[in-house]
């Protein structure tokens, strides 16, 4: 089982929809939880990162930690078509100087105009 | 602000040919540098890590080597490609929680 799960999709939705993106983790010690997007040919971009459980906002991008589900989730309000992108979830220990990430294979999301 | 740089951008390469891969950061001192390959529709696969000058952590057994020659300077390596090398390798540099990256090089071994 890896670490991290995450459903590649693709996922498909019309413009102005909420869209809902989820990985699900093993390791109990993850304590920081990042999501990034990344488009086509290009390098991934950090949108969020949460500390522990809770959510946190940005704009029409909402980022939420259930560590006794071992759940986290981003949420997309009014997407848009240039929402359109891979994204990937990210999350590390507190502990060591290397601040590896292990990371999700990404969730492939089209946003249709 | 942080600026990290990688090049070439885009690589084709023989099979048994040389490979050098050059990332550099600004506008931070002692990061810690990381080289990720990244194959088609796949994920992230962590090749190596570097916590500072000439100290070099391997994850993965393969064709590759990396070093770190300066502070802000990363570069990944291969003496003889193979066609299983083909990817998108991207270079990142931590923050205090989280990782930025690079536009990336995308090599083709032909």
């Known amino acids: 089982q890896k670490e991290v799960e995450q459903d590649p999709g693709p996922l498909s939705v019309p413009e102005g929809a909420i869209v809902s993106l989820n990985c699900t983790y093993s390791?109990?010690?993850?304590?920081?939880f990042m999501w990034y997007r990344q488009y086509s040919r290009k390098g991934p971009e950090l949108l969020m990162y949460?500390?522990s459980s809770g959510n946190k906002e940005d704009g029409r991008f909402t980022a939420q930690v259930d560590k006794s589900s071992k759940y986290i989730s981003l949420f997309i309000r009014d997407s848009q078509p240039s929402d359109s992108a891979t994204y990937l979830c990210?999350?590390?220990?507190?502990?060591?100087?290397?601040?590896?990430?292990?990371w999700g294979l990404g969730t492939s999301l089209a946003v249709n105009p | 602000s942080q600026t990290i740089h990688q090049w070439p951008a885009t690589l084709v390469q023989p099979v048994g040919s040389p490979l050098s891969l050059e990332c550099t950061v600004e506008?931070?001192?002692?990061?810690?540098l990381y080289w990720y390959r990244q194959a088609a529709g796949r994920g992230l696969q962590l090749l190596f890590y570097?916590?500072?000058?000439?100290?070099i952590s391997s994850e993965v057994p393969q064709n590759l080597s990396a070093s770190r020659p300066q502070d802000r300077q990363f570069i990944l390596s291969s003496k003889k490609l193979l066609l299983s090398d083909s990817g998108f390798y991207l270079c990142a540099w931590s923050g205090r929680y989280e990782q930025y990256f690079g536009p990336g090089t995308r090599l083709t071994v032909t």
């Open positions: 570097s916590v500072g000058i000439g100290q």
């Open positions: 506008g931070t001192s002692n990061p810690n």
């Open positions: 990210a999350m590390r220990r507190n502990d060591g100087n290397n601040r590896k990430l292990i």
């Open positions: 390791n109990s010690a993850f304590q920081y």
């Open positions: 949460t500390y």
